[in-house]
């Protein structure tokens, strides 16, 4: 009997407390996380805006690099034909 004495002056000491804050969380969630989902969903927009906005200017700064890169690797190709020729007809 004195473990159960002991365990209903826990339950009605600490406990309660923990139990009526446990039991407004059970109530109000339903209430609560939409409000704050509705409230973040305007940041997290904004968040992948920027995302969208820094995926799409590093893809055009590749871009723009392969090209310089393409037109130097011809540009070079096309010295050492022009080398090449040089040599052979000279």
Same mark, same amino acid.
């Given at each position: 009997? =004195?473990?159960? $004495?002991?365990?209903? $002056?826990?339950?009605? &000491?600490?406990?309660?407390?923990?139990?009526?804050?446990?039991? =407004?969380?059970?109530?109000?969630?339903?209430?609560?996380?939409?409000?704050?989902?509705? &409230?973040?969903?305007?940041?997290?927009?904004?968040?992948?805006? &920027?995302?969208?906005?820094?995926?799409?200017?590093? &893809?055009?700064?590749?871009?723009?690099?392969?090209?310089?890169?393409? $037109?130097?690797?011809?540009?070079?190709?096309?010295?050492?034909?022009?080398?090449?020729?040089?040599?052979?007809? =000279?």
């Amino acid at each position: 009997m =004195a473990l159960w $004495d002991s365990v209903t $002056d826990y339950i009605g &000491g600490v406990s309660t407390s923990n139990l009526l804050v446990g039991a =407004a969380a059970v109530v109000l969630a339903p209430v609560v996380v939409p409000a704050v989902l509705t &409230g973040i969903r305007p940041i997290a927009k904004t968040v992948l805006k &920027g995302g969208i906005y820094v995926y799409d200017t590093v &893809g055009e700064m590749v871009s723009e690099v392969g090209e310089g890169a393409s $037109d130097l690797v011809a540009e070079a190709r096309s010295e050492m034909t022009a080398s090449a020729a040089t040599r052979s007809g =000279a």
